[in-house]
């Protein structure tokens, strides 16, 4: 069972500058919660907020000693295609960020680290998404075998740092958590 990132009551009588009159739950599954809240705003009209909540996630960019970036190459079904992104997933119930970090690594690219930097984490679509994603750089690699359920649905392909930051400039990586977390390694490496 998936740990949403909000352990508090679902919302409580005020919400920031909003009063709540009504919260109530309409979608769940292993993967997201959709809650929608009757709400009266500052300027006391009704109104309606939708919030989608989804588990905590973790994305690791892997960096070799001579800047080759590791990328999986998926298809993401809500957006209907194939993409390069770094290696990412959902943070188990008990898992800290950098555990479930380790394990997604392992399990999409069969990929070991020895040097592990955190990088943040993002809120990746703050309006109505719940779904905070922790970043790592993963460096000192040892290679592996990825998990067999993995094997199948994913492409590993290692490309130099730069054409990655040029992917994301010409859109062909668009998955936040990677963008981001090239753009703060590049500038720790003083691009």
């Known amino acids: ?24 739950e309409i979608y769940k599954n292993p993967w997201i919660k959709v809650q929608e809240d009757q709400v009266i705003w500052p300027d006391d009209k009704k109104g309606i907020f939708g919030v989608v909540e989804a588990k905590e996630g973790a994305t690791i960019l892997a ?29 188990d119930r008990g898992e800290t960020p950098l555990k479930a970090a380790k394990r997604e690594l392992k399990e999409e690219t069969g990929l070991t680290a020895k040097k592990w930097t955190y990088l943040g984490f993002i809120n990746p679509m703050t309006v109505f998404l719940r779904s905070p994603n922790h970043m790592f750089l993963a460096e000192e690699l040892e290679e592996g075998e990825a998990a067999e359920e993995e094997k199948d649905l994913i492409e590993l392909k290692k490309f130099p740092f730069k054409k990655v930051v040029k992917m994301i400039d010409d859109g062909e990586i668009t998955h936040s958590a990677t963008v981001v977390a090239v753009l703060k390694v590049a500038k720790l490496k003083g691009m």
């Open 1 to 24: 069972m998936p740990v949403f990132p909000r352990s508090d009551k679902i919302l409580e009588m005020k919400h920031g500058p909003f009063e709540v009159l009504n919260s109530k």
């Open 63 to 91: 960096l070799t000693p001579d800047d080759q970036v590791y990328l999986v190459k998926e298809f993401h079904y809500a957006q209907n295609e194939y993409a390069y992104e770094a290696p990412s997933g959902g943070i």
